[in-house]
């Protein structure tokens, strides 16, 4: 089984099979093409050779046959794997509801606030937050669904144990770190335990220690900030959650 993924710091369609698969243990193969969006690019030539739809990620099966679109890489994985969703019917459907929504919405978010694993982009965040109602709304109904969904499990993520809504919610949670979004306690301590899941924490060191910087999914800057890169990559401690005035709240 393979695994078709892009740049691990900006990637984060492809970042959600791929923490889901490290996270329940599935094994599979990672093959990591470097974003180059022009015509003709040997991105553009592997990931056309898999998938008609031309993007990452793709899921290859040993028999050479591809499935795209992180959602349905996601039910594919299902079909080996229950604990991709909650066991409990409701919780499943729920679980399979917001999942579906992140898939399908949260576009002043996601355009806004690209994800950018490296970057720490405050004052960036603080204008956004400032001038973008539609990215306040964002916001605002992903915390009121991860509140709900962790006062309903308990937590420790959104269903209990991780599961496919915490991987797709798991780039989110990046971009609240990097534009240092002031969410509430409840969605810190979430982030914190997103960030050190074990997956999670893996896709993180190796997402800082690239080097690459791609222009496309750069709106806020024109070079890559320095740590991570000159340094040898030293192993990754969970981001620093702080955000202005919001308290930073253990993890629990
Ligand atoms: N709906 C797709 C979106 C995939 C997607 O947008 N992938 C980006 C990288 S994160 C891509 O391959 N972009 C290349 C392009 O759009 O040409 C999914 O859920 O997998």
Redesign the pocket.
């Known amino acids: 089984m393979q695994l078709v993924i ?1 740049n691990k710091n900006y ?4 970042m959600r099979p791929w923490v889901l698969m490290k996270q329940l243990g599935l094994p599979f193969e990672e093959v990591k093409l470097r974003f180059d ?1 022009s015509p003709g690019s040997p991105f553009r030539q592997a ?1 056309a050779r898999l998938s008609p739809a ?4 793709v899921l290859v099966d040993d028999g050479g046959h591809a499935v ?4 349905a890489i996601i039910e594919t994985l299902a079909e080996a794997d229950a604990a991709v969703w909650p066991a409990e019917r409701r919780a499943r459907a729920r679980a399979r509801s917001v999942v579906a929504e992140m ?1 399908s919405g949260f576009s002043a978010l996601r355009s806004h606030c690209p994800m950018n694993i490296e970057a720490r982009l405050p004052e960036v965040g603080a204008r956004v937050w400032a001038e973008q109602a539609a990215v306040r709304g964002d916001v605002g109904r992903i915390e009121a669904l991860f509140a709900e969904a962790l006062q309903a499990s308990g937590g420790p993520f959104l269903f209990g144990s991780f599961s496919a809504a915490d991987a797709m919610y798991a780039p989110v949670c990046m971009r609240f770190v990097s534009y240092a979004l002031p969410v509430s306690g409840l969605t810190l301590a979430y982030m914190q335990r997103i960030a050190a899941a074990p997956g999670v924490a893996a896709w993180i060191a190796d997402a800082l220690a690239e080097a690459d910087f791609f222009g496309e999914d750069e709106p806020y800057r024109t070079a890559r900030t320095p740590h991570g890169l000159s340094t040898p990559h030293t192993p990754h401690t969970p981001h620093t959650l702080a955000v202005p005035g919001t308290p930073e709240t253990p993890p629990g």
């Open positions: 892009g990637s984060s369609w492809s969006f990931v031309g993007q990452v990620p795209w679109d992180s959602l898939h």
